[in-house]
């Protein structure tokens, strides 16, 4: 909670910052360059951990897949409840009234171009990079030329990643602030803004508990119900589910969300630029889990509009508010 409070306070400065400097505008067009250099320094170094991350590279077998299946599920349950959940508030692809169709077009005309395959692409091969360079270099490094663990790695890196996740948020509501007032376009939708997180955490989790009603048909050695809402619930938060799991004495249950999360949160930062484009905004919000109001928020404002930001940072915090409590009571 102490880092959600700090990132809400870095990105509110940085919007407070953009407003005071919107009449220098021409200034200022290098942070959108800046903010795509950040990004890939940041997958670069999520890519190292998981590649020298020995409980990730030892879970790729059967857990993997079964890690795979169930992220495939409630990644779409998000996306098809948002869908719908767009389509009750009448908003268009791009999240907007359909009322301003022709505006939203225009505004796409002139907006970013980052939601193109070249980014996505861009993205996978420094994820792809940071894995490889994590699993097979790392760890001779660290123990032939310093003479350490790799873990201290996984140590410091961790606090480059709450770094460089600030400067993304700080960049981010720069960028936002501007670029103009984005809440005006919200006086219309008031609280029903917050159809739009319901849908996505409800699609995870009714879709956990599909993915074990339907493996229950074909093996006995599946999740039950509890164990895979339970993991549906980690919304990509790979440093905390996986350890109440484990605890609770859900040992497959807690390799299984640690993989979930992992794939999660890795296939919003490379699906998100291609599901924005192809299918709609809004839903590209629901992909990454928690990570949609921290490392992904970037990502999202380039792909998307900046009126996207909203629901994103919405979407993330109340997946980060939903899976203490359904996690408690799943293994509870």
């Not at 102490?2 to 910052?17: F, K, N, P």
């Not at 140590?155 to 770094?163: A, Q, R, T, Y």
């Not at 440093?239 to 299984?256: C, K, M, R, S």
Request: glycine share 10%; with cysteine.
């Amino acid at each position: 909670m102490a880092l959600l409070a700090l990132y809400w306070t870095i990105m509110i400065g940085g919007y407070l910052l953009g407003c005071r400097l919107r009449h220098k505008r021409e200034r200022f067009l290098f942070v959108e360059e800046l903010t795509n250099i950040v990004i890939y320094i940041l997958v670069l170094i999520m890519g190292l951990r998981m590649g020298s991350n020995e409980e990730v590279t030892s879970s790729l077998g059967t857990i993997g897949l079964q890690s795979l299946m169930i992220t495939v599920m409630t990644v779409g349950g998000s996306m098809v409840f948002v869908f719908f959940a767009r389509r009750i508030l009448k908003l268009d692809k791009e999240g907007m009234p359909i009322r301003e169709e022709e505006q939203a077009e225009k505004a796409d005309a002139d907006g970013s171009s980052g939601g193109g395959l070249k980014f996505t692409m861009l993205i996978m091969a420094f994820v792809a990079a940071g894995m490889i360079a994590g699993y097979f270099a790392l760890p001779q490094i660290y123990s032939q030329i310093l003479h350490r663990n790799v873990e201290d790695f996984q140590n410091v890196s961790g606090d480059w990643l709450v770094i460089g996740i600030c400067v993304l948020l700080a960049l981010a509501g720069f960028n936002l602030g501007i670029s103009g007032n984005i809440f005006e376009r919200f006086k219309g939708t008031g609280f029903r803004i917050l159809l739009v997180p319901v849908a996505a955490v409800a699609g995870s989790l009714i879709m956990g508990a599909a993915y074990s009603l339907i493996m229950s048909l074909f093996t006995d050695d599946g999740l039950s119900v509890k164990e895979a809402v339970a993991v549906s619930a980690g919304f990509g938060w790979y440093t905390f589910v996986p350890g109440i799991l484990t605890e609770a004495g859900f040992a497959v249950a807690g390799a299984v969300s640690f993989m979930h999360n992992v794939i999660r949160e890795t296939l919003g930062l490379v699906a998100i630029p291609v599901i924005a484009k192809k299918i709609g905004y809004l839903e590209a919000t629901s992909v990454p889990g928690v990570s949609a109001m921290d490392v992904c928020l970037p990502l999202i404002e380039r792909s998307c509009r900046p009126e996207t930001v909203v629901y994103s940072f919405c979407t993330g915090a109340l997946m980060c508010v939903t899976a203490p409590v359904t996690v408690t009571l799943c293994v509870g």
